[in-house]
């Protein structure tokens, strides 16, 4: 990888085909999120909850959108998903 050993850069998780789920109705905070998968080009699936739905509340604790999920990992800011 180049540069170092940090996180991979999107480009090359595309390579492995890695899907992200991002969760959040878009006329919200998701649509940040949104915005930058369909600029970059990364497939995404879509889920579009409500915030404090039971679906988002049991992947947030406080019930709020967007979340990503990525792989096993769960990033719940829409401005660290967006980096
Ligand atoms: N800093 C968070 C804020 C997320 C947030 O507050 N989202 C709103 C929707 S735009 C929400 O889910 N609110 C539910 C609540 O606060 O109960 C982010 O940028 O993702």
Do not use: C
């Not at 940040?32 to 988002?56: D, F, I, K, T």
């Not at 992947?59 to 769960?74: E, F, R, S």
């Amino acid at each position: 990888m180049p540069g170092g050993s940090g996180r991979p850069s999107a480009p090359e998780r595309m390579g492995d085909q890695t899907t992200h789920a991002v969760v959040g109705v878009a006329d919200s905070r998701t649509f940040r999120v949104l915005w930058v998968l369909e600029g970059l080009g990364l497939p995404y699936a879509h889920r579009p909850e409500r915030q404090q739905s039971m679906a988002v509340r049991a992947l947030h604790p406080a019930g709020k959108i967007p979340v990503m999920l990525d792989g096993d990992n769960t990033l719940t800011d829409s401005t660290a998903i967006a980096q």
